[in-house]
């Protein structure tokens, strides 16, 4: 199996750990992992109405708990260790996205450390345009790949 089919098909397993129970990631279970390689990852939604805020755009805590979980995801997919505790996440909302709008968002882990990852995302239309950008940055601790973290 080629390293992105693994790294996808471990990416689609930790999404659906993160996904399954009442824990605050379950808002995301409409999003669905479309690639990802190591230190990358690529997901797809159209906007709900659930996801929504009262004008009918997509929520901006729901854009960033997308950003959170899904550079959580990359920084699993790569090299730099398990993720911890996030030390730091900015989001900038540059255009809405409205009820049935599809969407991409791409997250890649653009440094690791020894001990903090830094990732990036950015949310995009069907037209190309950037709907969000966000920067996170994750403590990482012991070094396993993608699919030692779902055997745990």
Do not use: Y
Request: net charge neutral; aromatic share 4%.
């Amino acid at each position: 199996m080629a390293a992105s089919s693994a790294s996808t098909q471990a990416a689609k397993q930790v999404w659906r750990l993160l996904m399954t129970g009442h824990s605050f990631e379950s808002v995301l279970s409409k999003v669905n992992i479309t690639s990802a390689s190591p230190g990358r990852c690529q997901c797809e939604l159209t906007v709900q109405e659930e996801q929504a805020n009262r004008r009918g755009t997509l929520h901006g805590g729901f854009i960033s708990t997308l950003v959170d979980t899904l550079t959580t995801v990359a920084v699993i997919s790569s090299t730099a260790g398990v993720p911890g505790v996030s030390i730091e996440l900015c989001v900038s909302f540059l255009k809405a996205a409205k009820i049935g709008d599809k969407l991409t968002m791409d997250a890649e882990v653009v440094k690791a450390g020894e001990s903090l990852a830094f990732t990036t995302a950015n949310l995009m239309n069907s037209s190309g345009d950037i709907i969000a950008q966000g920067k996170h940055i994750k403590h990482v601790g012991r070094k396993e790949l993608a699919e030692d973290f779902v055997k745990s």
